[in-house]
T-cell receptor, first 110, second 117 residues
Framework: GIQVEQSPPDLILQEGANSTLRCNFS?????LQWFHQNPWGQLINLFY???GTKQNGRLSATTVATERYSLLYISSSQTTDSGVYFC????????????FGKGTRLSVIA | GAVVSQHPSRVICKSGTSVKIECRSL??????MFWYRQFPKQSLMLMAT?????????EQGVEKDKFLINHASLTLSTLTVTSAHPEDSSFYIC?????????????FGEGSWLTVV
């Protein structure tokens, strides 16, 4: 099946710093989503981005489908950004579930 | 945006008993829902795909008789952990697919923390 790799696995930032999280996937996809999982376990959908670039406040994401990677940018990080960021993809084989990467655990310290 | 509600958010049960977790799509119809399991500090692992009106499709290694999934309507899927054991303690989370806006997006419930004592 499709493989999803995220890097880095762990990241510690000083409040106010910027960061880039990467997601590589091994095959063509219908869908790619970025999620933020907060300490209570809730998965918050950040972006639906099978291709192109989107921005939402301090967050933006870019997916280059032809090169099979996606990037999530976090600017001016805040302590509330802490948590785990997951990249998940839907393979091209139809009505299939999302396949998750292992996530990037982000800690933003004041 | 689309809302998926999951209940209960936390449950503690005794070993040997059964626990039911509900997943509802509140403002859309979901012909397909997905159930995931997440152990501490690990990623989400798909357990099964739940299709309305038919039997669920389980992933390899997931016991069908232990994790009963029922998709009774277009807005409700349930996961029942039968004869629960401490090793079943985990975070269970459901998701549903909807077509909204420019995309085909999957939304997740709030998740359920199960502790078996």
């Amino acid at each position: 099946g499709i493989q999803v790799e995220q890097s880095p696995p762990d990241l510690i930032l000083q409040e106010g710093a910027n960061s880039t999280l990467r997601c590589n996937f091994s095959d063509s996809v219908n869908n790619l989503q970025w999620f933020h999982q907060n300490p209570w376990g809730q998965l918050i959908n950040l972006f639906y981005i099978p291709s192109g670039t989107k921005q939402n406040g301090r967050l933006s994401a870019t997916t280059v489908a032809t090169e099979r990677y996606s990037l999530l940018y976090i600017s001016s990080s805040q302590t509330t950004d802490s948590g785990v960021y997951f990249c998940a993809v839907e393979p091209r084989s139809g009505n299939t579930p999302l396949v998750f990467g292992k996530g990037t655990r982000l800690s933003v310290i004041a | 945006g689309a809302v998926v509600s999951q209940h209960p958010s936390r449950v503690i049960c005794k070993s040997g008993t059964s626990v039911k977790i509900e997943c509802r799509s509140l403002d859309f119809q979901a012909t397909t829902m997905f159930w995931y399991r997440q152990f501490p500090k690990q990623s989400l692992m798909l357990m099964a795909t739940s299709n309305e009106g038919s039997k669920a499709t389980y992933e390899q290694g997931v016991e069908k008789d232990k994790f009963l999934i029922n998709h009774a309507s277009l807005t409700l899927s349930t996961l029942t952990v039968t004869s629960a054991h401490p090793e079943d303690s985990s975070f269970y989370i459901c998701s549903a697919r909807t077509r909204m806006g420019s995309g085909n997006t999957i939304y997740f419930g709030e998740g359920s923390w199960l502790t078996v004592v």
